[in-house]
């Protein structure tokens, strides 16, 4: 085997491997203006941690000598990185844990139109993460939707009044709309009859 080939092989694959175990492959993700908890997993008994945020996106509440700690978030979209090591009972220092956070905005529904007439199906336009769960009324009646995963979403063509109440994503528990939070389906018109006076 030609030991040159051997080498390089080997240290593409080096330095591929590194690549991923430096990656977060999946950051986690929080609603802006939201209070999120975060905790060590099997925390040793007798330890201290120290915790931090690498940027300002949120302000920590709770101690940060403690396992665990809750965090409000500002109300701008962005990334941050929360951080955390150890300090045991003998004073030894542990590695920095590391968590990427992605703060997205909080999901947005709307109808496309306000009137409808008979026969048209209504619309829901959506932003965010999906699945979506959305609460809306119907003359008053409550109905719920759940695991939409279109962004532009027919709830049919019943005639009546509409009105969005709640929006929720992936990310967000947050019921935030647009411009047309309420919509009508004009009833049927009936056949027109001619008649000579």
Known sequence: MNKK????????LTFVANIFAQSTANPDTVCVGSNTYYKIRQAAAGSTFTWGLYRSGGTIETTSQSDSIRISWQNTAGTDSLWVFEINNAGCKGDTAKLTLVR????????????????EELNINFRGMPPYKLIYTLNGDTLTQNGITQNRYSIGGTPGTYRLVQVSDKACKENTFG???????????????IIHD
């Open 5 to 12: 080939l051997f080498f390089t092989g080997i240290f593409v």
């Open 104 to 119: 997205v905005a909080k999901p947005s529904a709307e109808f496309d139109k306000a009137t409808l007439c008979f026969g």
């Open 179 to 193: 411009g047309q939070s309420s919509a009508i389906i004009g009833e049927k018109l009936q056949p027109l009859q």
